[in-house]
């Protein structure tokens, strides 16, 4: 989606930008300390993501060990064979190589002996690579109730007093404003602010990574990004399986939404970009909510049978300021919905239609990842996030004052759906969702054309 300019051009629009973004490259012996390393997030996640950033080289062989950590009585083997089956999309060589990488430690959570007997590994390590500058990355892959406690041990136990520690820590990030400022302070009295690194895998896809060069890149868009020329934008996180939590749909909307909202920031700097995510947003009215509930989901035993808890939202945000006044952005997401789904719709104010009579209509501008990068190995999330924790590159991790902002906007719809003030509507699996939520979005403003068939690009 250029916009017709030229590759020059558009080069030259975006390093005016991205100038002052590189990072200064590490030496150094890395350790991953993979923090409950036996559970399901680890074995599903973390360490496939881990697999594949070594088998494409992006962690070396000679500097890189893996410490998984939990209190399951393992050994060394153990774990290796609790991960195996989930370590998959490169040869036998190298899926043996990796493994030989990863230690365990068993331990406490809560108390010191673990812990120190972790650094201990940790050092010997590090000693044995004679590295002058070791680096450590700790990933807590573990409920955030433990977080705090946990940090208190790394930062007792386990820093590095050479080089680096960076500590990832997995949403969500509380479950409404109160709880997650106790939540940063609790951290932040342990680590600096450019020690943590707050993950969300919605934030590592392809759509959101691209959303800057999208913007800023190409000159068609720079000019036409405000309420003059844009009618709406929806913002849709779609699941076709089922939940098991509240909230979560709430979150991942902030800072997809910044990223289509902010000013130009003044360069790639990951604080440059963090600088200009926090925006004036009104507050949520309740008639521009619609909140669903899939049938089936309180036959779950552990689910209240009044439970009002949505799967399913669709909110409507309005920015205060000069360049989107009036413009609504549609957030959907849902789970037990009819596909997958990871998308931005910019909707522009109509074009004429072809012919002598003045007639709008409808066209599409498309960036269709399946179908335009068909040959190329599109990453995951968790393996873009972790290699820019060990690069050191926070631009695509929430801090502290976003993660304020974002519980700002959305805590007090939150305690209205806690009240029964907002109910939840029953919608069916593998539908769009309730039909109220359409019915929301042609209200505000989007214009679905009945009879337009969208084909999809080819790369003859």
């Known amino acids: 989606m250029s916009g017709g300019s030229s590759p020059r051009s558009r080069r030259s629009s975006f390093n005016s930008l991205s100038r002052d973004l590189e990072l200064p490259s590490e030496q150094g012996c890395l350790s991953v300390i993979v923090l409950g390393a036996s559970g399901d997030l ?4 973390t360490f496939p993501a881990l697999f594949h950033l070594f088998a494409q080289g992006f962690i070396q062989s000679g500097e890189v060990h893996i410490f998984g950590y939990a209190r399951s009585n393992l050994s060394d083997d153990g774990l290796r064979e609790r991960i195996r089956g989930y370590l998959k999309g490169a040869s036998e060589e190298h899926l043996s190589d990796f493994l030989q990488h990863i230690k365990y430690v068993s331990g406490s959570y809560d108390s010191g002996e673990g812990f120190e007997k972790l650094n201990k590994e940790i050092s010997e390590y590090e000693k044995s690579n004679k590295s002058e500058s070791p680096r450590r990355l700790f990933y807590l892959a573990l409920p955030p109730s433990v977080y705090p406690s946990v940090c208190k041990m790394i930062r007792t136990y386990c820093m590095n007093p050479s080089g680096w520690t960076r500590v990832i820590v997995e949403k969500p990030f509380g479950k409404d404003l109160d709880s997650a400022e106790e939540l940063s302070a609790q951290l932040g009295e342990l680590f600096d602010e450019n020690q943590l690194y707050r993950i969300d895998h919605y934030l590592g896809k392809e759509l ?12 068609l868009f720079l ?51 963090r600088d200009e995510k926090v925006k004036s947003v009104n507050p949520i009215k309740h008639d521009e909510v619609v909140l669903g509930q899939y049938e089936g989901y309180k036959d779950d035993p552990t689910v209240p049978d009044d439970s009002n808890t949505p799967t399913f939202a669709s909110v409507v945000l309005r920015v205060h300021n000069e360049r989107w006044e009036g413009v609504p952005f549609i957030l959907k997401a849902g789970k037990a919905l009819s596909s997958r789904k ?16 003045m007639a709008t209509e409808q066209s599409e501008l498309d960036l269709s990842y399946g179908m335009r990068y068909q040959n190329v190995k599109i990453p995951e999330a968790y393996e873009r996030l972790i290699l820019d924790t060990i690069r050191g590159d926070q631009q695509h991790f929430v801090r502290r004052d976003e993660l304020k902002a974002a519980w700002q906007i959305f805590t007090p719809l939150l305690r209205d759906i806690d009240e029964g ?6 919608y069916q699996p593998g539908s769009r ?12 403003g989007y214009m679905q054309t009945h009879g337009y068939i969208w084909i999809p690009p080819t790369l003859a």
């Not at 990871?342 to 009579?357: H, I």
């Not at 969702?433 to 505000?444: F, H, I, M, Q, T």
């Open 42 to 45: 680890a074995k599903k996640k």
């Open 208 to 219: 959101v990574q691209n959303l800057l060069v999208l913007r800023f890149a190409n000159r």
């Open 223 to 273: 000019p036409l990004w405000n309420r003059d020329n844009i009618d709406n934008i929806q913002i849709v996180f779609r699941e076709d399986f089922g939940t098991d939590g509240r909230g979560g749909y709430f979150d991942q909307y902030g800072y997809v939404f910044c990223l289509v909202a902010m000013e130009k920031p003044v360069s790639l700097k990951p604080e440059h970009i």
């Open 342 to 357: 990871a998308e931005v719709r910019v909707q522009f104010k109509d074009v004429k239609k072809p012919g002598l009579e």
């Open 421 to 426: 003030k907002v109910k939840s509507i029953p």
């Open 433 to 444: 969702g309730p039909k109220e939520a359409d019915e929301l979005s042609e209200r505000v």
